[in-house]
């Protein structure tokens, strides 16, 4: 890239820092609130005195919809003073439930939301979950409630960066109360689900490589209706995102296994919240950790999956290499690598089809595997010996140019003894 292209985003990104900062920006944006939330022409005397929640609601979704305070406080907007300001009907600070009828009252309605394209479920889907049972039927102080998930004045849609339901934040939003170890004793449920999800394939996933199609919380539990997956249930879910996975885990016999309630589905070998690659070497660990019978068919494939695995494995790296050794010899590589993408698919394919149990469907695409990594090793062998001819060839060459050095040396010196 050339040094011009660059100058000039660095002074755009320089132009564009400097404009929210400055004091003015700031005066007009606040006037611009006051503004927009007055009713035309009138004084809108709540954001008067109350300037913190003033700021905090401009910045939500809801302010830039014509939203005012009084749609979810009541009292009188057009008044200045606080005891007409705050006349009946005045809700001041709503209970939990009444924040649930509050923000129902559009969004629960589906003629309201209809235009926005949002669904106007969330509170009969709060009902069905957990959390809407201690906050419906049982009052209980620890519930959350949409505020709690959503803040009361700044509220975003999820896939504004800020928001407290974007993907990054929703950890965050859930065990502000699921790492509460008081409040989590109280039902005996542990804690300290978030930060082991953060260290597992998905939270890495996630946080590390901003893979957006990493499942957050919500992805396994819902968002309204969160609910522990079942035992039963819970290969569903999984299959949701990893579906080659769940085709070939359903047509084995861990699949009816696991609707019959007889193990815990994928979790039974990669954990719900710390959910981790088994290690190829680790595979005959985990089977035998419930196929505990030696001569069992379970311990023999147990055994003849990870081999093909590790032998699958290593073929591939060969591969590699050789294809290393074809490129330091001066060959042309791009035969043999597009043969090794093709045998690098047939690998990739052998995680999920493991999962059958079919150690024959295996067996073929390891034959593949190792067919097209002999193929590559043997192109590099040859062009490492002609490589060893061709030195070899040079020597000859050499010995005579040195030869005839050394002739003519010879022959110099004889002349000027001559002379
Ligand atoms: C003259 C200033 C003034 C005006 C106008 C005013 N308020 Fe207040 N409001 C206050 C003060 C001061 C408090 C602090 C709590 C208290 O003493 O009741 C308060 C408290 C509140 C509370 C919290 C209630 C509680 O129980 O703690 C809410 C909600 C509220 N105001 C909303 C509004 C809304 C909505 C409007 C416009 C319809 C409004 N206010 C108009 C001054 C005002
Ligand atoms: C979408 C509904 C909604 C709107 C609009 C709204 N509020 Fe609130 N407000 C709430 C809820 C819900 C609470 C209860 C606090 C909580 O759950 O965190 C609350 C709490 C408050 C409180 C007291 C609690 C505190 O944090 O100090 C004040 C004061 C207040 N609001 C003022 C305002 C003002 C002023 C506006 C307009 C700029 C406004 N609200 C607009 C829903 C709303
Ligand atoms: C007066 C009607 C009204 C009330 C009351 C209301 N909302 Fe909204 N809300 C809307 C409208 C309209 C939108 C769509 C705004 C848009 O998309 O620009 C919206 C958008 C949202 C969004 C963003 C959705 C998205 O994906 O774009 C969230 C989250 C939200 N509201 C939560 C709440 C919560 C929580 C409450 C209660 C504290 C609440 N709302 C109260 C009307 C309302
Ligand atoms: C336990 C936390 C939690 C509670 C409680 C909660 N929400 Fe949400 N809400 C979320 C999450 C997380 C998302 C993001 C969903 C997603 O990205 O699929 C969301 C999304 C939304 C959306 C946007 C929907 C869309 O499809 O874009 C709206 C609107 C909303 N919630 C309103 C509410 C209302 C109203 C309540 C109360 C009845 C509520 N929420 C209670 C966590 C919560
Ligand atoms: C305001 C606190 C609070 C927040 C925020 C919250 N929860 Fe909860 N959650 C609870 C409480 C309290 C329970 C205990 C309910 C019970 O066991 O009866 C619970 C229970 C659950 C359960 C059921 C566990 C079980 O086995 O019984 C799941 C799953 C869950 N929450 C997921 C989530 C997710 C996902 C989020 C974030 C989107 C979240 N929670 C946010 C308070 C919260
Ligand atoms: C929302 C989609 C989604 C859901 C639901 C989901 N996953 Fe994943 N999973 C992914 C993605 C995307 C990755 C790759 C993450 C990365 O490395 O960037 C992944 C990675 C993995 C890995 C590591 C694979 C590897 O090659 O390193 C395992 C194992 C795994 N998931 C198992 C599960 C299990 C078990 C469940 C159910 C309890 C599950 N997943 C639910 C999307 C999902
Ligand atoms: C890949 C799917 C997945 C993700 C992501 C996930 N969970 Fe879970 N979670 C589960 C499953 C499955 C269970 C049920 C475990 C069981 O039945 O053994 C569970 C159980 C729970 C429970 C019940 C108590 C317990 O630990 O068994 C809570 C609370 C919970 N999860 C909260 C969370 C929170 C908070 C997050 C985000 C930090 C999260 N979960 C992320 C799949 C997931
Ligand atoms: C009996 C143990 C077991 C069960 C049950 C199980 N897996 Fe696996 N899973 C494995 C093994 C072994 C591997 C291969 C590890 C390797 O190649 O290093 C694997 C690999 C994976 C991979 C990576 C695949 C790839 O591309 O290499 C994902 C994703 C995965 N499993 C998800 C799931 C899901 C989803 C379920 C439930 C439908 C599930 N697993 C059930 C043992 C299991
Ligand atoms: C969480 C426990 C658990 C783990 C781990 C597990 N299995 Fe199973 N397996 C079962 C259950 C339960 C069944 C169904 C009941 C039965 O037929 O024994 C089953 C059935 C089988 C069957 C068909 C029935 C039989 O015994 O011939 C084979 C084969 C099998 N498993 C192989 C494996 C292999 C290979 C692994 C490791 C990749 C493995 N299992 C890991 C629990 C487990």
Redesign the pocket.
């Given at each position: 890239m050339s040094w011009a292209p660059r100058i000039c985003s660095a002074l755009l990104i320089l132009a564009l820092a400097g404009l929210p900062s400055s004091a003015s920006g700031q005066e007009r944006s606040d006037r611009q609130i006051v503004q927009q939330l007055g009713t035309a022409g009138s004084q809108y005397g709540c954001v008067i005195c109350h300037k913190d929640k003033r700021r905090a609601f401009a910045e939500g979704v809801h302010a830039n919809r014509g939203i005012v305070c009084h749609d979810c406080h009541g009292g009188d907007p057009g008044a200045v003073e606080k005891e007409p300001g705050h006349a009946a009907p005045f809700v001041g600070i709503p209970t939990k439930l009444e924040?649930?009828r509050i923000?129902?009252d559009?969004?629960?309605d589906p003629n309201q939301?209809r235009p926005f394209?949002?669904?106007a479920d969330?509170?009969a889907?709060?009902r069905t979950?957990r959390?809407g049972e201690l906050?419906f039927y049982r009052d209980d102080p620890n519930?959350?409630?949409?505020?709690?998930?959503?803040d009361s004045h700044t509220?975003r849609?999820?896939?504004d960066a800020r928001?407290?339901?974007?993907?990054l934040n929703?950890m965050g939003?859930?065990v502000a109360c699921h790492d509460d170890e008081a409040m989590m004793g109280s039902y005996e449920l542990p804690t300290g689900q978030g930060e082991t999800y953060r260290t597992s394939a998905h939270g890495i996933g996630l946080y590390e490589h901003f893979n957006f199609a990493a499942p957050?919380?919500?992805s396994c539990h819902g968002?309204?209706s969160?609910l522990p997956a079942s035992e039963t249930q819970v290969a569903d879910v999984c299959s949701q995102c990893h579906a080659l996975v769940g085709q070939a885990f359903y047509a084995g016999p861990h699949g009816p296994a696991t609707r019959a309630g007889q193990m815990p589905g994928c979790l039974a070998c990669h954990s719900n919240h710390g959910t981790e690659l088994v290690p190829v070497e680790g595979i005959e660990a985990v089977c035998t950790s419930c196929h505990e019978e030696a001569e069992s068919d379970a311990a023999v494939m147990a055994t003849d999956i990870q081999t093909l695995l590790m032998r699958a494995e290593g073929n591939i790296h060969s591969a590699e290499e050789a294809i290393h050794e074809l490129g330091e010899a001066g060959r042309g590589t791009d035969d043999a690598r597009f043969r090794q993408r093709a045998a690098l698919t047939d690998f990739h394919r052998m995680g999920p089809a493991q999962h059958s149990l079919d150690v024959e469907a295996l067996e073929d695409l390891g034959r593949r595997v190792s067919t097209v990594s002999a193929n590559v090793r043997n192109q590099a062998e040859v062009a490492e010996e002609q490589r060893w001819e061709h030195t070899l060839l040079l020597v000859p060459t050499w010995f005579l140019a040195l030869a005839a050095i050394f002739l003519a040396y010879l022959r110099l010196r004889q002349t000027k003894g001559e002379a």
């Open positions: 924040t649930v923000c129902g559009c969004h629960s939301m394209g949002l669904p969330q509170a889907e709060m979950s959390h906050l519930a959350p409630t949409c505020t709690d998930c959503h509220i849609p999820p896939e928001s407290d339901v974007h993907p929703i939003t859930c957050t919380c919500i968002s309204h969160a």
